[in-house]
């Protein structure tokens, strides 16, 4: 399977998500929402392994962060619209089950979680996609871009020589990027972190990235329940197919232009329907 298969898929999982959340309601269409968002959960592990291997094939690491972290920052304002939309959602859903003039506070959100198992099941979700980050995943992609680049320089000085050092610095600047991307706060920091540090380092053994992508699932995808995780899991078992090869490269930058447009798009749509 090529790059740019590969890339195709990512881009379809991240629109099924965003979809998802901008026109279902999941308590009305529980199925429907429940396989966008499975198909949504595919995009982390693709995201992040495509990184990884756009730095080791990237003719500057320098450029391809700037270019990453760009794109990320145009498609902030897009990604909050697209976010207010789950939240009205979520407030809609206390003023539905709750009370009418309800609103939208850690109080009313904890009764509405209570209210029922499908509309926990339903909320507790849109409220983990929307309701928790400020700063949109491509740009926690470009954290993580960074933080390789760092820890790449780091081998080259310490591997082989000082091992101790390596993995010392090495786990710092992992720390240090988690810290930042959680405090501030950016988009699935530690499931980006970890699969971009996974993908890095045992680059090349697939058994051993198919094991820890299985622990990752069990560790951070549980919250969103069994079929949610599992497309995760088949993302990060699909990417062990990548042959090597680029595919089409006609399309570089349309790949990058489509992240902060389907969010504007599904925004307006949602607006005006």
Do not use: W
Not at 81 to 89: A, D, I, Y
Not at 125 to 139: H, K
Not at 169 to 195: D, K, Q, R, W, Y
């Amino acid at each position: 399977m090529t790059a740019f298969v590969l890339k195709i898929m990512l881009a379809v999982s991240v629109i099924c998500g965003n979809a998802a959340v901008v026109f279902v309601d999941g308590e009305k269409l529980s199925g429907l929402y429940t396989i966008l968002r499975m198909i949504s959960m595919m995009a982390v592990p693709f995201a992040a392994f495509m990184m990884v291997e756009g730095f080791y094939h990237t003719k500057s690491r320098k450029k391809y962060f700037l270019r990453l972290f760009s794109f990320g920052l145009i498609a902030e304002i897009p990604f909050l619209l697209s976010s207010s939309v789950g939240l009205q959602r979520i407030a809609d859903g206390i003023k539905t089950h709750i009370d009418a003039n309800a609103e939208l506070n850690a109080d009313n959100l904890r009764k509405l979680l209570e209210s029922s198992e499908g509309a926990k099941k339903y909320y507790q979700d849109l409220y983990l996609v929307t309701g928790r980050y400020a700063i949109d995943g491509l740009l926690t992609l470009s954290m993580a871009l960074l933080m390789i680049i760092l820890i790449d320089k780091v081998r080259e000085k310490y591997f082989g020589i000082k091992k101790f050092a390596f993995v010392s610095l090495s786990t710092l600047v992992i720390m240090g990027t988690l810290a930042v991307t959680i405090i501030f706060p950016f988009e699935n920091p530690l499931e980006i972190v970890f699969f971009v540090a996974v993908f890095y380092y045992l680059r090349g053994n697939r058994p051993a990235i198919s094991l820890m992508s299985l622990l990752m699932v069990i560790c951070f995808y549980s919250k969103f329940g069994v079929e949610l995780a599992c497309g995760t899991v088949t993302a990060a078992l699909i990417v062990q197919s990548y042959n090597g090869k680029q595919g089409s490269n006609k399309f570089k930058y349309v790949f990058y232009c489509i992240y902060p447009l389907q969010f504007l798009i599904l925004f307006v749509i949602k607006h005006y329907m």
